[in-house]
């Protein structure tokens, strides 16, 4: 698995950490995509309510805060591997990596939105949901040479995401607390909090990161509120004011 770090330092999708500050150039990543659809619901597919959501917020980003540059992984249903992701963010200098997902559980009744940051919650977060976020790789044609042997289906590879450091985590974790308390304030849906796992879109990134997990699509209830129009711009408007604060608390008591 140490195959996984060199292969990264020999592309340069690690980098050093600069001084925490506001966000100027944001990397919006829409989850799954192409002929990856992400988790099923009933009704929709995971690829294609991230897709939604992450317009609705480049949206509200470009109109009420223009001085920010806001860069997508994809824009479209296309198929886009993780390290790709990563080049992309990095390609374009961004301060920070927000990616959109949708939560599944073989048990329905789970509900609720969860933030992710790179590591581990011992006793808290089993590997089967880190590895069904990590198998999107397995949709790439060359990914056992892209990722120097890592596999995401085997335990030993999560072992190995639960070993790297994160350089980011303050600012991850600040980032992570505020979208969760905006959409707990909005939507009350239920507060599955700020977790840490190994996914490696978040490692990748080699920038302060989150993955957040809107909702569940597994949930009927919560299926149809988060593929809905209504749903979907209450989840983009709390992601918006997420991080319009973020940027605030830099600025305040200057």
């Known amino acids: 698995m140490i195959l996984l770090g060199i292969w990264l330092l020999g592309t340069g999708l690690l980098q050093a950490q600069d001084a925490p500050g506001p966000i100027r150039t944001l990397v919006i990543d829409a989850g799954h995509g192409g002929k990856d659809p992400g988790a099923l619901g009933r009704q929709y597919r995971e690829k294609d309510i991230t897709l939604q ?8 980003l470009r109109e009420r805060m223009p001085e920010l540059n806001v860069v997508m992984t994809r824009d479209t249903d296309q198929f886009v591997e993780l390290h790709r992701r990563a080049t992309i963010a990095l390609d374009a200098g961004g301060d920070c990596f927000l990616s959109i997902h949708c939560n599944a559980h073989r048990n329905r009744s789970h509900r609720g939105a969860t933030s992710y940051i790179l590591g581990i919650n ?3 977060e089993g590997y ?18 892209m990722y120097g042997g890592f596999n995401p289906s085997s335990p030993e590879g999560f072992i190995y995401l639960q070993l790297l450091k994160n350089s980011f985590r303050s600012e991850s ?25 190994p996914f490696v879109v978040l490692y990748l990134s080699g920038m302060p990161a989150v993955l ?10 919560e299926e149809q509120f988060i593929g809905s129009e209504l749903g979907q711009i209450y989840i983009a408007q709390s992601l918006f004011r997420a991080i319009e604060a ?8 200057e």
């Open 128 to 145: 089967e949901h880190v590895i069904a976020e990590n198998e999107a790789i397995l949709f790439e044609d060359n990914y056992r040479s």
């Open 212 to 221: 957040c997990e809107i909702g569940f699509i597994s949930n009927a209830q």
């Open 122 to 124: 011992e006793g808290q």
């Open 53 to 60: 959501v992450a317009l609705r917020l480049r949206a509200l």
């Open 246 to 253: 973020y940027n605030r608390s830099f600025t305040e008591g």
């Open 173 to 197: 974790l600040r980032l992570a607390g505020g979208i969760q308390q905006q959409l707990q304030a909005a939507m009350d849906r239920g507060d599955r909090g700020v977790r840490q796992a």
